[in-house]
């Protein structure tokens, strides 16, 4: 592997740019290089593993078995991809991605990075997007307050910087992921005072029809082992049907409805989570289709057998293309670059079938206990499209639950793109990334139509910041001078 | 507010960093982010947001929310939670907007 660490030391153009240090980045972009291409992996932090894999070669954690040993068998996967022949510019952000049919030399798209405070444009023939997924936003009154963060922000803290929160801490959603994060939060010295679990009681009766793949999964034991322990160590409170951040300027305490019961509990830091997300932003900037997925209801990117999207030339790999987890991400990269190694003629067909056949047996056996697992956690309605009138649901720009149903119903918005120039919800810096899918569900309940109708923002570069600064320095080509020079 | 873990730590540990938030001389740790290094030092609200001037602090701590946007050496809109603490640092709390700075 080849560590970049400035702009000017990328060649001008690569056969494959891969988008993402996370399993799916890693495996695609140490694949496609062993099978001759010349490769490049671009990753906006300082060092590679992505999200579920963060900082698994530096953690400063001593006590190894504070985390599973899932998460570092991830640094056998960074290993491997350190001794393939790619390139690798960590600290690295890719703001724009735009199909380039002028490059004399076959170049498909061109790529805006920034590193340091530099921006260049360089050419990719094809593009592997592997940025992951997101928390799921979780908008309930007072989620704004200092002191409320997402599950996924205590287990990078752990990770990275082997803290955890101080004080009286309550989790509260659904999903496996908070059962993890409470007992290592809670092996870690970490004071849990409750666990408030908001899975709603009538998921079990349809899920139970998928519960035979389940156990056959590698994780369902280890899945089931982990609720057990948890319940039995911790306060653990199910069937919780409202939530609410309270405090002044910070958070002081949540307040709780089960049934008809009420109850407040004094904390000092909530972790929220109801399950991840696709990110789609960079995917939708570059034009590639998404459909709206019903059982796991979230959007995902359209693609074909080799994970190839709407657009030739980008293939999308990992729970970026749809949430299924670390071991199926890498499945995933790999296929995904086999199917561009024989695009770009580095491997016939007959050797791209025979390589990719084992890897797609075993992505189906990765993704057995799936259908289950997306059954009982979606979420219910009220922490989808927030009742209160006074929840936040653009953090960026403030605007309300209340706001967006009033423009919903009297101004018949037709979808979240409409809402946004009324509003302004989406036009902040976190480009929708916090308030799209919420926007939607809102507008969805409040119009009687689905959200597939209702469709998502339409994005545009850049995806990330990116100063005009850096943005004037770039250099020019004549074509572009003439364009504006009269 | 964050503590760190008292347990034994690896190898992988970094030096102690000297750095500042509004003027508080602060000890953090190489190779944490500063947002890190902020919630170890029981910062809670690190900017104002523009519209209404509401206190917030780092959320995702993944570069996704835009929440731990905050001031450093005279620069504005840096993402806390993306930048990795440095020795000296001047970190400030955003009160609102980004002020674009004077060219010197």
Known sequence: MKALTALGQLDARYDLVVVGAGPAGLCAAGKAADLGLAVLLVDENPTPGGQIYRAVTCSPLGERALLDADYWRGAELVAQFERSPASYAARCTLWSIEADATQPDGAAFEIGLSLDGCARLIGARQLILATGAQERPFPIPGWTLPGVMSAGAAQIALKSAAIVPAGRTVLAGCGPLLYLLARQLAAAGAEIVALLDTTPRSHWLPALAALPDFLRSPYALKGLGLLAQTRRKLRCVAGVSALAAQGQGQLASVRFERGSVAQTIACDTLLLHQGVIPSVNLANAAGCAHDFNPLQHCWQPRLDGWFVSSIPGIAIAGDGAGIGGAESAALRGAIAALGVAQGLGGIDPARREREAAPLRAALGRALWGRRFLDLLYRPALQFLAPPQDETIVCRCEEVSAGQIRDAARRLRVTGPNQMKAFLRCGMGPCQGRLCGPTVVDLIAQTQGRTPAQVGYYRLRPPVKPVTLAELAALPQTEAAIAAVLR | ?104
């Open chain 2, 1 to 104: 507010m964050f503590k760190t873990l008292s347990r034994p730590r690896s190898d992988a540990v970094g030096a102690r960093l000297a750095f500042s938030f509004d003027g508080r001389p602060l000890s953090g740790r190489a190779g944490d982010s500063v947002a890190a290094a902020l919630l170890t030092n029981g910062v809670v609200v690190c900017r104002e947001t523009p519209v209404s001037g509401a206190p917030r602090a780092p959320y995702c701590m993944m570069g996704v929310c835009f929440d731990c946007l905050v001031v450093i050496d005279g620069v504005g809109n840096r993402q806390g939670c993306m930048l990795p603490l440095r020795a000296g640092m001047r970190v400030e709390t955003q009160h609102g907007r980004r002020q674009i700075e004077e060219p010197r």
